[in-house]
């Protein structure tokens, strides 16, 4: 950890890696935010050589994206280049389809002016140093002078948005640089689904009821970068744009939605996501990759075999769920490790370094187990001679096309919501929804299926369970079906969350000035009591039974 104490709140140490690049998508075109962006050119910008409204841009992208990461942690930096060579190259002709607003090294001379106000504290960056693993650009924060202006401003966190026309449909190279492409039917009508998913996004509260703070401590696994180190992912409103990245320069491999807070938190945490403050339930495809794989063969899986792919034993465990586990993270990680052009020797060496950096010991439940190459080796030739027919696809690179498939899937999933002016979260190959929005999710992933892969057969699994025998009970023994509900357990409203929830409703569903119902003022504390008197102006239902009532029929299927 890099820390110092200079430029710093109360000279406690500011630490450097708590950071995260500067947005250069950033923008607001509300009266508040443009009164106060006129206000602090005039006092230090004004007299500045250079247009005023590229100077204002410059400006406004640079103090809204301190305002929101001053909103998101007071101890966050923001990471900024200093340098015009980099500008020049990350803001030239070839990349100006990703930088929409037109900036350029305009920044830094932004930068600058604001330090020399004393409006923001800043750290200069530096190349690799003994030390150190690598080189850090430098960072910047808002320092006392400046948070006092925010306080004592009309900004709101919900007059912050990414830019209108930023683009969402994202092309890489293979070395994972961003580059142009020519326009075609295809990509305008994969922009218009995402522009259109991200403006429902926008107007749509999602949010953890468990989560006091909208900042949460995410475990980071064996393998990353720091595994020691805390990891925090935020899930407050900027959170939740949505773009799709294609790679290797082809629109064929990959595709997949990234972008919101959702895809970056773990099980435990997606199963307390409230949408529009209703409980939501999260279905995913069973193998979905391997059967992805057959389904590239013509051959419709879950019709030709009874088992999962994954039942293939392994020596030495005899724990079959936990020789499960083994074969699925191997199996998956197969499919998308290596490259089609290197060697069998190069592709095996990238699997078994990602299984050992990777895979989840817990789950071999306690039992000490070496996964040497020799070891990993052999579990791989288990799983090519089980699946021989899709071999030719386990450690060549092939994942990015079943990604592309899978990611095909979705964008057919979110279309088919969009029409019903519905929110349906995606994690890739899973999907959440308001526990109401269950069956047309599961229609809708049948019907994504067959379109993609013209067969038939799918099987699911879903994050909490079905009662299927109380739907039966609803009309004919009340008593005991509010017996069968009360085994379902809902999320958690923490003070914290009541408060955010009221600040949304506050913003995109004002009440009229005389309404009795209940919305957030800076001072108010909203208690349970209050939020269950808050349901009830709305008309929303307050028992846990009605929440959950929606919940019954179909199959889940590990």
């Not at 200079?6 to 450097?16: G, I, S």
């Not at 106000?117 to 003994?130: A, D, M, T, V, W």
């Not at 491999?253 to 529009?276: P, T």
Request: net charge neutral; proline share 3%.
């Amino acid at each position: 950890m890099t820390t110092d104490t200079t430029n710093d709140r109360n000279n406690a140490p500011r630490d450097y890696d708590n950071s995260r690049v500067l947005d250069v998508h950033i923008w607001s075109n509300y009266l508040e935010v443009n009164d106060f962006i006129s206000k602090i050119y005039k006092a230090y910008f004004s007299k500045q050589n250079g247009k005023k409204s590229i100077a204002k841009k410059h400006i406004k992208v640079v103090l809204l994206d301190l305002y929101v990461a001053w909103l998101e942690d007071p101890d966050l930096c923001l990471a900024i280049h200093m340098t015009r060579d980099h500008c020049s190259k990350n803001f030239g002709t070839n990349t100006s389809r990703y930088n929409e607003l037109n900036i350029s090294a305009k920044t830094i001379g932004v930068v600058k002016t604001l330090k020399e106000n004393g409006l923001i504290g800043f750290k200069e960056g530096f190349e690799r140093q003994e030390g150190f693993s690598s080189g850090r650009i430098s960072r910047i924060w808002a320092e006392l002078p400046l948070v006092r202006l925010f306080e004592k401003s009309a900004l709101n966190e919900f007059m912050i948005y990414s830019y209108t026309d930023r683009e969402t449909i994202v092309l890489k190279d293979s070395d994972k640089n961003k580059i142009d492409y020519p326009e075609t039917k295809e990509t305008e009508s994969q922009r218009y689904v995402v522009q259109y998913y991200n403006e429902l996004l926008e107007g749509t509260f999602i949010d953890i009821g468990s989560a006091n703070s909208p900042r949460l401590e995410i475990e980071r696994h064996k393998g990353s970068k720091n595994p020691d180190k805390p990891h925090y992912v935020n899930i407050q409103h900027r959170g939740k744009f949505t773009h799709r990245v294609f790679n290797n320069s082809s629109f064929t491999e990959s595709g997949r939605f990234y972008g919101g807070f959702w895809q970056r938190i773990g099980e435990e945490y997606r199963k307390q996501i409230l949408i529009n403050d209703e409980e939501t339930v999260e279905i995913d495809f069973s193998s979905l990759h391997p059967v992805l794989a057959y389904a590239e063969k013509g051959v419709d899986y879950w019709k030709e075999y009874k088992v999962s792919p994954y039942d293939i034993p392994v020596d030495g465990i005899d724990d079959l769920k936990a020789a499960r586990e083994v074969i699925k993270k191997v199996f998956l990680l197969a499919l998308n490790a290596g490259k089609e052009d290197a060697s069998k020797a190069e592709n095996d060496e990238v699997l078994f370094r990602a299984f050992r950096a990777e895979f989840d010991y817990s789950l071999l439940g306690g039992l000490e187990h070496k996964f040497t190459n020799d070891v990993l080796g052999k579990i791989v030739d288990s799983i090519k001679a089980k699946h021989s027919m899709i071999a030719d696809q386990i450690a060549t690179g092939a994942g990015t096309k079943l990604m592309n498939l899978d990611s095909k899937i979705v964008e057919f999933v979110i279309e088919r919501f969009l029409t019903n002016k519905a929110v349906v979260l995606s994690v890739h190959d899973s999907f959440i929804v308001p526990v109401r929005h269950r069956d047309m999710l599961l229609q809708a992933m049948k019907d994504a299926w067959v379109f993609v892969t013209e067969q038939t057969a799918i099987k699911y699994k879903q994050n909490v369970p079905i009662y299927q025998d109380a739907v039966a009970w609803q009309h004919l023994d009340r008593g005991f079906y509010l017996d069968r509900m009360e085994d379902l357990t809902t999320t958690k409203r923490t003070t914290g969350y009541l408060n955010r929830l009221n600040k949304h409703n506050k913003f995109f569903n004002p009440k009229p000035d005389k309404s009795k119902s209940v919305q957030y003022t800076p001072d108010e504390i909203v208690m349970p009591k209050q939020y269950k008197k808050y349901q009830k102006d709305r008309g929303e239902p307050i028992t846990d039974s009605k929440v959950w009532s929606g919940l019954f029929g179909g199959k889940s299927d590990e």
